[in-house]
């Protein structure tokens, strides 16, 4: 079973930074690891993807200001936010997949809020 444990949340002024966090109980220095963003009463939406050779893509709401990263050594995948705007805010979840006994499974960390503020 696999955990995956989201920080760094919490309440920023507009135009300010945060960094979230998402730790695995097990490697993944190789999966896929995607960040979702859920703003209130919206439908989940991919603003960041690792894939598995290091490269990124990014929503083009995000592009230029959130940033995808893995710290192999921590078993943690972050997303700097810089710039963050008001239509940043909602709850921010960590994805990513490891190979079960049937296939490939998904995981979601359990999320993290972020509340930007005028």
């Known amino acids: 079973q696999v955990q995956l444990v989201e920080s760094g949340g919490g309440l920023v002024q507009a135009g300010g930074s945060l960094r979230l966090s998402c730790t695995a109980s097990i490697t993944f220095s190789s999966n896929i690891v995607n960040w979702y963003h859920q703003a209130p009463g919206k439908q989940r939406e991919l603003v960041a993807h690792l894939n598995t050779d290091g490269s990124t893509d990014y929503a083009a709401s995000v592009k230029g200001r959130f940033t995808i990263s893995r710290d192999n050594a921590k078993n943690t995948v972050y997303l700097q936010m810089n710039s963050l705007k008001s239509e940043d805010t909602g709850d921010y979840f960590c994805?990513?997949?490891?190979?079960?006994?049937?296939?490939?499974?998904?995981?979601w960390g359990q999320g993290t809020q972020v509340t930007v503020s005028s």
């Open positions: 994805y990513t997949t490891f190979l079960g006994r049937g296939g490939w499974d998904v995981y």
